[in-house]
């Protein structure tokens, strides 16, 4: 009673409570015959034990704890998850690595715990694809000091590829399927000069088996006539090759083996470092010796050429550019069709489709300007440039086949992990997903 | 200085009606209140949280649960006006009891050189006797790491260098350990060793391989003269490894647990010290909830762990330059950069902070501590108060240059110039926090009652922010303790000294209301002791309540 003589005044008075301290007891324990803050805290306590319970995990915390521990990492076009569980016996599993109008793919991979490290390399794959696609690979290397070298076999079964016709006014009403086995097994030798040099050579042995392709497109034979070279026959190749490369690139992770030295061709097309300083250059010539008939022998000459230049104004990363040429010269001889250099898809020509203009010789650039927008997601604002032709006299370098667009980079630790890019052509717009960075 | 008014002087300036309300509170007071509707109890301010009672142990957490993406996502757009409540673990002067999650250690009671330096370190190190047994390896992660036990069968975590960062993440970790150690925080014992390679041998039956360890070694930075540093680290009296804790809710099988995690003071004011030592990556998955046994009883203690992540270091590398400038996921900063080309959106690019080897991506001047985050949204971090901000400041303040030396030492930086650049940072960056925390309620601390004296400590004045004249306000009332009011203005003085005299009114409870322009103020609540237990001094301090100015900004 006497103290609400004056409490309308203190209220008035009252300071702005926020931030007063609130123990625990002026919310919970009004009421209470506990004398003493402790004993209040401590009546809390033992309330609470007599209706303790144990926690459930919700589904999406078991999902979680589930995936927890699962690595991933992306070596050229295939992302290899590491799940502890499967780790330890060298398995992974693996998603894409096949080439072509492959699609959604995946297998596993083995890689022997015994030969594992950045200067060894062993593996050995089995891929499938949900458009029947399905390969096998193996790969067995290592690097003694300034050597380094491998030797590697790849199966492949390819059914639903594509062949639009010779040049770059092929149609694309005029598409035909074809399916295409193609086995490869060689080994390759190379010798650093330097830190950023390398030199070598390469043989391989390659069999290609032609056939008919799944699905309603018409067959090579019935839309181009039986008269295009490959078209029904066998070919087997053995190919001896040399090389150079050039590598000044930055690079924001340290590089594994496989992320320098990959196979044969996708060796000088496939290979990204995520760079965004420095200069890179490869050159090839490799001869295709036919086993059987001689006037299919060509020889292939190519060279790639890229170059990176920083900016980093904010998130602006810079300009990065690649100039790649591929010229076969035959002799007067025929290539086989599906030998013939394309472009076209994510990892070459964007805004077409995968292997939309093929002939004997390409040209292509790509141009981007990367930034990031996100800790994991770069921006690219690209352009592509690309024109096949059979004799540089017949080259119209006036009218290339040009695509441009935009894509997004999922990244982490610096690495690619996979991309889209959306694309618009002469045809149309056209959205490439892909695994690793294109250059 | 104007002289303080003498009793008699605060006598008249009582108005009529003050006095008869003093008179009424003075008979009223004669009167006994049920304990349950009391403001200060008789125990108050509480120092020690009774949560160490017997309780059984919860079940252990095998693997770090997520947050799952709804409360990802919550925590990332969620409105954080929507935090307003105090926090709940606090005692009455603002304080925070020690309990299983915190000890009072620095602040409330300096520590010496020797136990600045010791830090969390209550045992011996290992042992130096015969090998030491590798009982497991781990390769993957960010660094490579053994547990081992030594010849007297404790077990011991070592963890490595990455080589292209030789003593940044084992640095980082020293530093942080005894920081964190000196704040309050419960944190694993940490020692710093060179080892060579012959010390580790494989546990017997272990399925450990000589050939495992080499390969562990190998990824790990080694010194010239073929030896390794590692961070030994170890828990004590560990009884069960439980699993994380989470920085919301309780765990809803242990009984000691009753204060939701983001409602404790410490864990909200953890943000401040995270920022200042650049722990952005502070997470439930580095936090580790341990059973102990102690006189009988068995209770949690709540652990901060994997420190090698704080200062510039994020393990194996640097920090990336946005952490601690944003979370994961702004979109609107990911539009602006999108619109932009990355020209926009990104200041934190900008950031020159020298990146040494040993030092990662650590420095000062950007470093702001109010738009300081980590990388993940963290609940208790977010319902942060000025309260909260200013409760940590004052402690990471408190630190002097000469203790943070001595804890830099403790990192045993081969390089001079990295150690001095450590300090630098830290001084810088704790002076920012000061700065930007400290003048919560005018920054006035450390109050007691001396012959009948007020006495406090002007936190401000006292760290060179603001002139130590500044003339504060000083408003007497009675207080009544049942009903929670106060009474009109007893007396009214203005000062610049850090003590008062208390008024001689015989009120059980009085509070004094310290006003400090355009910094808030602050309330203090004295208790009249009984005349039999009066002693020398008749009033304590038993409550403190500070406001901020008219629209306090959040930490």
């Known amino acids: 009673m006497l103290g609400a003589l004056w409490a309308p005044h203190a209220r008035a008075q009252s300071p702005d409570r926020a931030d007063a301290p609130r123990t625990a007891s002026d919310s919970s324990s009004r009421g209470s015959a506990h004398p003493s803050r402790a004993a209040r805290w401590r009546r809390m306590r033992q309330k609470k034990a007599q209706n303790i319970a144990p926690p459930e995990p919700t589904f999406v915390q078991r999902a979680m704890s589930a995936v927890a521990d699962i690595g991933g990492a992306v070596v050229p076009h295939r992302f290899i998850l590491n799940i502890p569980q499967l780790d330890v016996a060298g398995f992974h599993p693996v998603f894409g690595g096949l080439e072509g109008n492959a699609g959604t793919t995946a297998g596993i991979l083995y890689e022997p715990p015994f030969w594992q490290g950045k200067d060894r390399l062993a593996e050995v794959q089995v891929l499938g694809s949900l458009r029947r696609y399905y390969g096998a690979g193996l790969r067995f290397g290592g690097i003694a000091g300034p050597y380094v070298g491998y030797t590697y076999a790849r199966y492949r079964h390819r059914p639903r590829e594509q062949f ?276 | 200085m104007r002289a303080l008014p003498s009793a008699s002087a605060w006598a008249r300036a009582v108005g009529r009606t003050g006095r008869l309300c003093l008179l009424l509170v003075l008979v009223g007071a004669g009167s006994v209140a049920p304990a349950s509707a009391q403001r200060f109890l008789p125990d108050d301010p509480l120092w020690n949280d009774p949560d160490r009672m017997d309780m059984p142990f919860p079940e252990s957490t095998t693997s770090v649960r997520g947050i799952g993406p709804l409360e990802f996502f919550r925590r990332s757009f969620g409105v954080p006006g929507e935090y307003t409540a105090p926090a709940q673990n606090v005692n009455t002067v603002g304080g925070v009891p020690n309990s299983s999650w915190y000890t009072n250690r620095h602040y409330r009671s300096p520590l010496s050189r020797a136990a600045l330096r010791r830090g969390p370190n209550q045992e011996p190190g290992p042992s130096l006797r015969g090998p030491w047994r590798v009982i497991g390896v781990e390769t993957r992660g960010d660094l490579p790491r053994i547990e081992v036990r030594d010849a007297t069968g404790r077990r011991f975590r070592l963890l490595f260098d990455a080589p292209a960062h030789p003593e940044m993440a084992t640095g980082a970790a020293m530093i942080s350990s005894r920081l964190l150690h000196a704040l309050g925080y419960n944190v694993s014992q940490h020692w710093l060793r060179r080892i060579r390679p012959e010390r580790l041998a494989p546990k017997p039956d272990s399925g450990i391989t000589p050939a495992g360890i080499d390969s562990v070694l190998a990824q790990a930075a080694r010194r010239p003269d073929s030896t390794y540093r590692t961070l030994v680290t170890r828990i004590p009296n560990v009884a069960r490894r439980i699993g994380p804790f989470r920085f919301r809710g309780t765990r809803p099988d242990d009984a000691n647990d009753v204060f939701p995690h983001e409602d404790r003071r410490e864990l909200r004011g953890l943000r401040v010290v995270a920022a200042w030592i650049h722990h952005s990556k502070l997470r439930p998955r580095h936090t580790l909830d341990v059973g102990v046994r102690e006189e009988g009883r068995r209770f949690v203690r709540h652990y901060l762990t994997d420190l090698h992540l704080t200062l510039g270091s994020a393990g194996a590398t640097p920090k990336p330059q946005w952490s601690g400038h944003e979370y994961v996921l702004e979109l609107d900063r990911v539009f602006e950069r999108i619109g932009t080309l990355g020209l926009s959106g990104g200041e934190w690019a900008e950031d020159a902070s020298p990146e040494a080897a040993a030092i990662g991506h650590f420095g000062a001047k950007r470093f702001d501590p109010r738009r300081w985050r980590p990388e993940w949204p963290n609940p208790a971090f977010q319902r942060a108060r000025p309260a909260d901000a200013f409760w940590a400041a004052k402690k990471v303040r408190h630190f002097s240059r000469a203790d943070l030396r001595t804890i830099v030492a403790t990192a045993d930086y081969s390089s001079p110039a990295v150690a001095d650049y450590m300090l630098r940072t830290l001084v810088a960056r704790r002076d920012s926090i000061a700065r930007a925390y400290l003048h919560w309620g005018g920054g006035l601390d450390q109050f007691s009652v001396r012959a009948e004296q007020l006495t406090f400590a002007d936190l401000r004045a006292t760290h060179g922010l603001v002139p130590d004249t500044v003339r504060r306000t000083v408003m007497w009332r009675a207080y009544d303790n049942q009903a929670r009011t106060a009474s009109p203005i007893l007396v009214r003085t203005t000062s610049s000294r850090e003590s008062v005299p208390v008024p001689a009114y015989s009120a059980p409870h009085l509070r004094a209301t310290i006003a400090v322009p355009h910094a808030g103020s602050t309330h203090v609540f004295l208790r009249r002791s009984p005349p039999e237990s009066a002693g020398p001094a008749p009033h304590r301090v038993v409550g403190v309540e500070r406001t901020g100015p008219a629209s306090p900004r959040g930490p």
């Open chain 1, 164 to 439: 639009y016709g010779l040049g770059i006014d092929s149609q694309a009403e005029s598409k035909a399927g074809f399916r295409l086995n193609q086995g490869v097994v060689g080994g390759l030798l190379g010798r650093t000069i330097g830190p950023s040099a390398l030199v070598g050579g390469h043989v391989s042995y390659q069999v290609n088996r032609y056939g008919d392709g799944y699905g309603d497109s018409p067959t090579v034979a019935d839309q181009f006539g039986t008269d295009l070279s490959g078209v029904g026959t066998d070919l087997d190749y053995l190919m001896i090759g040399g090389f150079f490369e050039l590598d000044v690139r930055d690079a924001p992770y340290d590089r594994a083996f496989g992320h320098r030295f990959a196979p044969t061709e996708p060796r000088l097309r496939g290979v990204s470092l995520d760079a965004s300083r420095g200069f890179y250059l490869a050159t090839e010539l490799t001869h295709n010796l036919n086993v059987g008939q001689q006037d299919l022998d060509f020889t292939r000459f190519t060279l790639d050429v890229r170059e990176f230049l920083p900016i980093q104004e904010g998130l602006l990363h810079g300009f990065s550019f690649r100039q790649f040429a591929s010229v076969t010269h035959s002799g007067g001889n025929r290539v086989p069709f599906y030998r013939l250099q394309s472009i076209g898809g994510a990892r070459s020509l964007r805004g077409y489709s995968s292997g939309r203009f093929r002939d004997r010789n390409v040209l292509l650039v790509n141009a981007e300007v990367r930034c990031q927008i996100w800790h994991w997601l770069d921006m690219a604002v690209f352009g592509d440039a690309g024109q096949v032709f059979r004799t540089f006299r017949t080259v119209d370098l006036d009218d290339p086949r040009l695509g441009y667009g935009l894509g997004f980079r999922i990244k982490n630790d610096g690495k690619t992990l996979g991309r889209i890019d959306v694309a618009r052509g002469r045809e149309g717009w056209t959205l490439h997903t892909d695994l690793g960075s294109l250059f």
